[in-house]
């Protein structure tokens, strides 16, 4: 099955600087990557994807670069504000096989 | 667009009984519903992938005589817990995907029930 390793575990930042997340995965039919943020008790929040036939996308002050060769795809955040601290989880999906799987997490502290 | 409702929220239970947690999809029709469990400070893993009419597909190590899933229409999926037991106390999460309209790829979450068995 898909392995999805995702690092740093923890990442801490100042107000106003940039957050880079990297995931890897294992399976190349994985088609669709998409990256949730998830504050405490609350449920996953997906706040962008990115399918396998497009190399970047961004929204804002965050954007998702793929690289289908090398298998690893990343979240970039500029401009960081308090409210970006939560945990973000990558995911990949199978799509003919109908699942996802999640990255382990990283715990992104901003400090004002 | 593309609510996903989960009840109950949070429930307690004692250990040896079941536990039975809805997941809805209040807006459009879910042919994929999704389950997952999560333990504090962890990632979400995936217990079973259920579609309308069929038997759910577990994951490797979920047991499936202890985790039933139901999907019996295109807007409920049930989860029982059955015999729990302290280890199973968790965060169970689902979530629901659908073919038509919106994003075939996306999935929609559920709020999660925290289960907490003594």
């Known amino acids: 099955g898909e392995n999805v390793e995702q690092h740093p575990s923890t990442l801490s930042v100042q107000e106003g600087d940039s957050a880079v997340i990297k995931c890897t995965y294992s399976d190349s039919a994985s088609n669709y990557f998409p990256w949730y943020k998830q504050e405490l008790g609350k449920r996953p929040q997906l706040i962008i994807d990115?399918?396998?036939?497009?190399g970047e996308k961004k929204d804002q002050r965050i954007a998702v670069t793929l690289n289908k060769t090398a298998k690893h795809f990343s979240l970039h955040i500029t401009e960081t504000q308090p409210e970006d601290s939560a945990v973000y989880f990558c995911a990949a999906r199978i799509y003919n096989f109908n699942k996802f799987y999640f990255g382990s997490g990283t715990k992104l502290n901003v400090k004002p | 667009g593309a609510v996903v409702s989960q009840h109950p929220s949070w429930v307690i239970c004692k250990s040896g009984t079941s536990v039975k947690i809805e997941c809805r999809s209040l807006?459009?029709?879910?042919?994929?519903m999704f389950w997952y469990r999560q333990f504090p400070k962890q990632s979400l893993m995936l217990m079973a992938t259920?579609?309308?009419?069929?038997?759910?597909?577990?994951e490797q190590g979920v047991e499936k005589d202890k985790f039933l899933i139901n999907h019996a229409s295109l807007t409920l999926s049930t989860l029982t817990v059955t015999s729990a037991h302290p280890e199973d106390s968790s965060f169970y999460i689902c979530?629901?995907?659908?073919?038509?309209?919106?994003?075939?790829?996306?999935?929609?979450f559920g709020p999660g029930t925290r289960l907490t068995v003594t």
């Open positions: 259920s579609n309308e009419g069929s038997k759910a597909t577990y």
């Open positions: 979530s629901a995907s659908t073919l038509w309209g919106g994003s075939a790829y996306e999935q929609y």
């Open positions: 807006d459009f029709q879910a042919t994929t």
């Open positions: 990115i399918r396998s036939n497009v």
